[in-house]
């Protein structure tokens, strides 16, 4: 797989942050007036099945960012001020 | 006898971790605030989740959806969010925190704005913050004690337990006191000895419990209701004369608490408060590196989603089936009590235990670092020895635990949630301060410290407008929640004021926004 340059991974970061607004919009803002009735499916409430296909949505955006932008980032040696280094293992491919 | 056995085994391994990290420990600063910026990404994924999880997520969560009804689930879904700030704003602090030895969240806007009474505005802001939080934890642990001792029939020489009252030679107090001043002097102790480390090390142990406790706790629940079904069907036939059938599983709840505006603000206010609250903070300082932040978000973001929807959801929701007048905090405590063995019972009390001690100790450790770090060394002791300030941040745990100790056994001081909302708007007055240092070279400090001080007094004003004679609004205009009223007005000073005033030094800008 070939290693995505800098700009592409700032436009999926861009995207990535709109599509978890989007779902955080359905889950906690005016989506929740689509489904506010006390009806129950499969003898679940309706907003908690809501609630939890929203969470999970968000969690997935969370997971395919950690694995397409931050797993393999390379992380710069970092030098503190008493000298010591700071750095993060598993550095990039 | 036997919750008390079990409290005492839980008690004396988180002691022993807190003398472990204490041994290991050296007495410096760096060491007693950021355990040296060491830590590896289970302590940190640990460290995070526990100081997050508190009385709020174990008594508190379930008492709302038991008062309010569905609508606090929704609440939860700031854990997502959370989870993502972890690395977003995480990752770029301790970045600055290793070049420049920052400790505390002050060191960091005083730095950048070269402003010394920003960094006093920002101290007071975290302790602010520390006080009502360490609150309801040390509530929390007076609610146990008051709970599970009510069968429990102790006589050991002076010691008399029983009928919610501690009888001690001519001494005698409630239970609640007694457990309320138990969770404390325990925290307090293991704090003072070990620092961070210690905090970080049992929050490792107090985070796979309570992490234990909110599953199982939640699929108990479930069993007792005979399956989900059960629980939701049961819920949505709660009626009385205020509330019709299915208000528990409609939006705004029995109680009329939850509208969508208030479900949306509150949510922001509470996962953007906090993850810039101080506590947290020097959590990202203390991590080991970015690799261990990275690991943390996925892990916070996965495992305490779950924990909230399949634990804390059903407890509250079916805690209302099952106790229809109880008080909600303590809910349940009482399914805890009512339902389990002794011994289980006990296990899962200790769990709460671990969730208040493991936020009330970062709490509390955090506000000694602000006041020694931001106010003792540069206002006070400029020349003050290491050792010095290791000791002064241990008087200033002791007085905290105190303060919050007695607030926390003031009677009517409200519902955990409440308070605990409280402390979060008051943080996440923090959080434009991280706009200049983190993304925008536009901000400047006159627009930090206008948008903080006028953040502030709206979130006050819309907080308690009958205490300025205001009549149009009640608490949390148009339904939108005060801290976020706050939190808007102090983004929108900052941008104002920023506009027409001096940005920092190129240097500085240069140092801190390196590409």
């Not at chain 2, 020489?157 to 001690?168: K, Y």
């Not at chain 2, 919050?404 to 605990?420: E, K, N, T, Y």
Request: charged fraction near 10%.
């Amino acid at each position: 797989m070939q290693e995505m340059t800098r700009e592409q991974k700032k436009r999926l970061f861009r995207k990535l942050l709109w599509l978890f607004f989007g779902a955080f919009l359905m889950s906690n803002g005016p989506g929740l007036y689509l489904v506010n009735s006390p009806r129950l499916i499969a003898g679940i409430p309706i907003l908690y099945l809501w609630g939890l296909f929203w969470a999970v949505v968000q969690i997935l955006i969370i997971v395919y960012a950690y694995q397409k932008l931050w797993r393999y980032e390379l992380e710069v040696e970092i030098t503190g001020p008493d000298g010591e280094t700071g750095v993060g293992k598993g550095a990039g491919r | 006898m036997t919750p008390l056995v079990v409290i005492f085994i839980y008690v004396m391994v988180t002691f022993g971790i807190g003398v472990a990290a204490w041994w290991r420990g050296r007495v410096t600063t760096a060491d007693f605030y950021i355990a040296g910026r060491s830590q590896g990404y289970i302590v940190t994924a640990l460290a995070i989740m526990a100081t997050f999880f508190s009385s709020f997520a174990m008594l508190g969560a379930p008492g709302m959806l038991y008062k309010g009804g569905i609508g606090f689930v929704f609440f939860m879904l700031n854990v997502p969010i959370c989870g993502v700030l972890i690395w977003i704003i995480g990752k770029p602090l301790w970045a600055l925190g290793k070049r420049f030895g920052y400790i505390t969240p002050s060191d960091l806007v005083a730095d950048y704005y070269k402003s010394e009474s920003l960094r006093v505005l920002v101290s007071l802001l975290g302790i602010v913050y520390v006080i009502p939080y360490a609150v309801i934890q040390f509530q929390g642990g007076g609610y146990l004690f008051d709970v599970i001792t009510q069968q429990s029939d102790v006589q050991l020489g002076f010691f008399h337990l029983a009928g919610r009252q501690v009888t001690i030679g001519a001494f005698s107090t409630s239970t609640f006191i007694a457990g309320a001043v138990f969770l404390a002097s325990i925290t307090m102790i293991y704090t003072i000895m070990g620092g961070m480390r210690a905090v970080s090390w049992t929050n490792v142990f107090q985070g796979a419990l309570l992490v234990i406790g909110m599953i199982a706790g939640g699929l108990i629940t479930v069993w007792l209701l005979g399956g989900v079904e059960g629980l939701f069907g049961k819920v949505a036939a709660i009626q009385s004369e205020t509330a019709p059938a299915g208000s528990f599983i409609t939006l705004p709840g029995p109680a009329g608490m939850f509208s969508v505006p208030y479900i949306f603000t509150f949510t922001l206010v509470a996962s953007f408060g906090t993850m810039a609250s101080p506590s947290q903070w020097m959590r990202y300082y203390s991590a080991k590196g970015p690799s261990a932040l990275r690991r943390s978000m996925l892990i916070f973001a996965i495992v305490l989603t779950t924990c909230y929807l399949f634990g804390t959801a059903f407890i509250g929701l079916g805690g209302r089936v099952l106790f229809p007048d109880v008080t909600p905090d303590t809910v349940f405590l009482e399914i805890l009590h009512q339902y389990l063995p002794l011994v289980l019972a006990s296990f899962f009390v200790t769990t709460i235990m671990a969730a208040a001690m493991s936020t009330a100790n970062g709490n509390l450790h955090s506000l000694a670092a602000l006041i020694t770090q931001d106010i003792y060394v540069p206002f006070l002791r400029r020349g003050a020895s290491q050792r010095e300030l290791v000791w002064i941040a241990r008087l200033l745990i002791t007085a905290a635990s105190v303060l919050s100790l007695w607030i926390a056994i003031q009677p009517d001081i409200g519902m955990i949630v409440q308070i605990g909302l409280i402390s979060m708007a008051v943080a996440l007055q923090m959080f434009p301060s991280l706009i200049g240092p983190l993304w925008w070279k536009g901000a400047t400090r006159a627009g930090t410290v206008w948008g903080i001080v006028l953040g502030m007094a709206v979130l006050i004003v819309t907080f308690v407008p009958d205490k300025f004679g205001i009549t149009a609004f009640g608490r949390s205009p148009l339904g939108i929640h005060y801290g976020f009223w706050g939190f808007m007005v102090n983004l929108a000073v900052l941008w104002l004021v920023s506009r027409i005033s001096s940005r920092p030094e190129e240097a500085t800008l240069a140092r801190f926004h390196q590409e």
